[in-house]
């Protein structure tokens, strides 16, 4: 049945950010339904493959259509095990909206859950907060504020800022499926998810921390520019690709879905999780692996050499999400093998989501209206 013109216009709206995520209703933006197959079409061609619609990467409903198709129903990875080496020590994450943590367990394991509250200490979301950006907020467990650092455990108990995330009884909370994937974490908020695809073999961390680096571009552009490449291979979750450094090096490089670049080179593999933080905007959560045992020799010259590799494959995409952003944006650029088999993947999440089974209130007064 086709839409009415006021829920329409209504619609359109939201990628300005003042209407509530409603998957029943669709998701529209730019006079398009952005979750109609020909939305992708002439994207997906392996022959002559284009990025996807401006709106793909500047509209708030496409990135609500992700929240729904892609970060809810898909393994993420969100740190490294080294990073919470110590019962009770947090790591947060924000996953679209729904903030979420992994804790170190008193026996050693790993404990996903979903945060205590998602909207903070608000009553309802604030407008600012649904326009697409991260705000900065004290309260950073809000699946709608930026996330905070790892928070280690304390001596006498958990922090006022762990109370944000756990409250008084945390094994209450939502649980979280969590995986340690060799040196990396990876969750996902089904938990009952089966387990992703065998990580990398004989890989551990060179370092217990992960450093973060942010540029303005969309995730997807950001996924593409790391993996720049020629393809070599594809897993159930994975693309391997052939490729150079700015140096000239050999590197070896393997996206997996969604969020994750590892790009080897030298003896060591840079892990790069991808987070966004606005429509147009993507934090990076960057960590050092290699073999066991294994110890670069200057520690700081590997992470000066790798910040400056992954900042000069993002030049690509900080261009490319200016260009999408002006209001007379060109003819669609091209897509590589690692772009092309990204937006296959998101366009084939976007297919498959379940209809919404439940459009009515969740919440009613006795007469029967929504709250």
Not at 85 to 95: C, Q, R, V
Not at 97 to 115: E, M, T
Not at 176 to 200: F, H, K, T, Y
Request: hydrophobic residues 45%; proline residues 8%.
């Amino acid at each position: 049945m086709a839409l009415s013109a006021s829920l329409a216009a209504s619609l359109a709206v939201s990628s300005a950010g003042f209407v509530p995520d409603r998957p029943d209703l669709g998701h529209r933006a730019e006079g398009r339904d952005l979750a109609d197959p020909a939305f992708f079409e002439g994207s997906l061609d392996p022959s002559a493959p284009r990025l996807l619609p401006p709106a793909a990467y500047r509209a708030l409903a496409f990135s609500e259509l992700e929240d729904d198709a892609v970060w809810t129903r898909t393994w993420l990875t969100i740190g490294l095990g080294a990073e919470i080496p110590a019962p009770g020590d947090l790591l947060p994450f924000t996953a679209g909206h729904h903030g979420l943590h992994v804790q170190r367990g008193a026996d050693g394991g790993l404990v996903g859950r979903f945060n205590k509250a998602q909207h903070g200490g608000c009553r309802a979301v604030p407008l600012q907060c649904r326009t697409g950006t991260k705000t900065r907020c004290s309260f950073t467990a809000c699946g709608y504020s930026r996330d905070g650092t790892v928070l280690p455990a304390g001596t006498e108990g958990p922090s006022p800022a762990m109370h944000q995330y756990l409250g008084l009884r945390p094994e209450r909370l939502l649980p979280v499926a969590v995986n340690a994937w060799g040196p990396l974490v990876r969750i996902n908020l089904d938990s009952g998810a089966d387990a992703p695809e065998a990580p990398p073999q004989g890989l551990a961390a060179l370092a217990g921390e992960t450093r973060r680096a942010e540029f303005s571009a969309n995730w997807k552009l950001v996924a593409q520019a790391l993996a720049e490449g020629a393809r070599l291979g594809e897993g159930a979750e994975s693309l391997h690709l052939t490729g150079r450094l700015a140096t000239g090096e050999a590197a070896v490089i393997a996206v997996h879905f969604p969020n994750l670049v590892l790009i080897e080179a030298r003896g060591e593999t840079c892990a790069v999780m991808l987070q966004p933080t606005a429509l147009g905007q993507t934090l990076l959560r960057i960590g050092l692996l290699g073999g066991a045992g294994a110890a670069p020799s200057d520690l700081e010259a590997s992470w000066a050499t790798w910040l400056a590799e992954i900042a000069a494959r993002l030049k690509r995409a900080v261009a490319a999400q200016a260009s999408l952003d002006g209001p007379g944006a060109g003819p669609r650029a091209t897509a590589d093998a690692a772009g092309l088999w990204l937006q296959q993947r998101i366009a084939a999440r976007i297919e498959a989501r379940p209809a919404p089974a439940q459009t009515h209130p969740l919440y009613a007064t006795a007469q029967g209206r929504g709250c």
